[in-house]
C-alpha cells in the first residue's frame, strides 16, 4: 500500500486545486445521472408506447363487441324471419314418400276425365341441399278445358311446379252419333315437361350433394 501512495504524482497534484476536483465529480456525476436517465427514459416511453397501443386495441374490441350486442335483438329477428319465410316453402313442398300417390292420383284425374294418358314418365330427380328436384314428362290426350284442368289440378296437387316446356297439338277426332251422322270434336295432344320438388327430411344443415369429376384414364 505503501508502495502505491509512493507512485502517485504529487507534485502534479500539487498544481490542482481542490475546487478543480469538485467540479471534476460533479461533471463524471452529471454524465452518469444523463446516460441513467436517457436509459431510464427510453425503457418508459417504448412501454408506455406498447401500452398505449394495448389501449386503443382494447377500446376498439370494447366497442366491437357493444356493436354486435346492438345487434343482438335485430338479428334475432331476422332470423326468425327468414326461418318462418324458410317453413312456410318447406311446407308447400311434399315429401318423397307423397310423391307415388300423387301421381296416382293424376292418373285418376284424367281417367275420369276421359282422357287418354299417352305417356308419364317420372325422371331420376337431381338432390339439392335440402330438397330434391323431380323431372316429369306428361303426355295426354283430351278435349281443351279437360286440358286445361288437368294442368290446374297438376299445378295445385304437387303445390310447386316449375314448367320447362308445354306443348299443344290441336287434332280433330269424328264421333258416329246416333243416327250415324259424325260429329267433330276438337282433341288437344299435350306433352308437357315439369319439375316438381320434395323436401328431404332432417336435410337442413346437410351440405349440397355434389357429383365428384370422373377420373380421365391417360392413353
Known amino acids: 500500500m505503501d508502495k502505491l501512495f509512493d507512485k502517485l504524482p504529487y507534485d502534479e497534484l500539487d498544481g490542482i486545486k481542490f475546487i478543480h476536483l469538485l467540479a471534476g465529480a460533479v461533471g463524471i456525476g452529471l454524465a452518469l445521472f444523463i446516460a441513467y436517465y436517457f436509459t431510464l ?11 398505449a397501443k394495448q389501449k386503443v386495441e382494447a377500446e376498439r374490441t370494447l366497442k366491437r363487441y357493444k356493436g354486435i350486442v346492438a345487434k343482438k335483438d335485430r338479428v334475432g329477428k331476422k332470423l326468425a324471419l327468414v326461418k318462418g319465410k324458410f317453413d312456410s316453402f318447406k311446407n308447400q313442398m311434399p315429401s ?105 327430411e332432417g336435410a337442413e344443415d346437410r351440405q349440397s350433394v355434389k357429383k365428384e369429376p370422373s377420373e380421365k384414364k391417360g392413353h
Open 41 to 51: 427514459y427510453s425503457a418508459t416511453n417504448t412501454e408506455f408506447k406498447m401500452l
Open 96 to 200: 318423397q314418400a307423397e310423391i307415388p300417390n300423387l301421381i296416382q292420383r293424376m292418373l285418376a284425374f284424367g281417367k275420369d276425365r276421359k282422357m287418354k294418358m299417352v305417356a308419364l314418365t317420372v325422371e331420376e330427380g337431381e338432390l339439392k341441399s335440402f330438397y330434391k328436384v323431380i323431372p316429369l314428362k306428361v303426355q295426354l290426350d283430351g278435349e281443351l278445358w279437360d286440358t286445361l284442368d288437368f294442368i290446374e289440378y297438376m299445378q295445385n296437387l304437387l303445390r310447386l311446379v316449375s314448367f320447362d316446356s308445354l306443348i299443344l297439338q290441336v287434332q280433330s277426332d269424328k264421333k258416329s252419333g246416333a243416327r250415324g251422322e259424325g260429329a267433330t270434336r276438337g282433341l288437344i295432344k299435350t306433352t308437357l315437361m315439369v319439375k316438381t320438388y320434395s323436401f328431404l
